[in-house]
Antibody, heavy 122, light 111 residues
Framework: DVQLQESGPGLVKPSQSLSLTCTVT?????????WNWIRQFPGNKLEWMGY???????SYNPSLKSRISITRDTSKNQFFLQLNSVTTEDTATYYC???????????????WGQGTSVTVSS | DVVVTQTPLSLPVSFGDQVSISCRSS???????????LSWYLHKPGQSPQLLIY???NRFSGVPDRFSGSGSGTDFTLKISTIKPEDLGMYYC????????FGGGTKLEIK
């Protein structure tokens, strides 16, 4: 069964970088699909942040494009989020999720991690 | 940017009710090939969001048939018949035709 698990610091200071890891088990991130980061703000709004595909290509939300980077370590079956120059408005719960295939999920997000809460505060 | 508007914000229900949630986008979600990437999710407190419906009307694996999706173009609906306690939580639609945008969410709660 496919499982995703986020990890990383729960507290980041303003102006610093936020770095999170998503560890995937049960499926190789280089086999297929796109591997996403999604966040949920206080008040429940969800925002798609970006993805790295099985081939290594990336796509980012234009609103974050200057601050975000998604990379991966294929040997550990992990992918990473880096968000630079954070402010208090980046306080959120961060989820990693798999975007499924055309036949199995029509490009919907079919598997999600449990989420990790990140607070930006001095 | 595509804006996705979900209504209502809150939906008080009694168990056994049938309800509908609306999702409207600021532009058509059908691409040039006729594919529409609209999905629905349920997010329960303390859990990760779970996929219910993909491609407008297809139930994901294990999703009960009391959940159904419909719509086209810019207007989409999630219908839940015979509501059960495990159906309570936040419902979101997600468009994936023009990058990805979530609706604002609908809270299904007990009256």
């Amino acid at each position: 069964d496919v499982q995703l698990q986020e990890s990383g610091p729960g507290l980041v200071k303003p102006s610093q970088s936020l770095s999170l890891t998503c560890t995937v088990t049960g499926y190789s991130i280089t086999s297929d699909y796109a591997w996403n980061w999604i966040r949920q703000f206080p008040g429940n709004k969800l925002e798609w942040m970006g993805y790295i595909s099985y081939s290594g290509s990336t796509s980012y939300n234009p609103s974050l494009k200057s601050r975000i980077s998604i990379t991966r370590d294929t040997s550990k079956n992990q992918f990473f989020l880096q968000l630079n120059s954070v402010t208090t408005e980046d306080t959120a719960t961060y989820y990693c999720a798999r975007r499924g295939g055309m036949t199995t999920a029509y490009l919907a997000m079919d598997y999600w991690g449990q989420g990790t809460s990140v607070t930006v505060s001095s | 940017d595509v804006v996705v508007t979900q209504t209502p914000l809150s939906l008080p229900v009694s168990f056994g009710d049938q309800v509908s949630i609306s999702c409207r986008s600021s532009q058509s979600l059908a691409n040039s090939y006729g594919n529409t990437y609209l999905s629905w999710y349920l997010h329960k407190p303390g859990q990760s969001p779970q996929l219910l419906i993909y491609g407008i009307s297809n139930r994901f694996s294990g999703v009960p048939d009391r959940f159904s999706g419909s719509g086209s173009g810019t207007d989409f609906t999630l219908k839940i018949s015979t509501i059960k306690p495990e159906d309570l939580g936040m419902y979101y639609c997600l468009q994936g035709t023009h990058q990805y945008t979530f609706g604002g969410g609908t809270k299904l709660e007990i009256k």
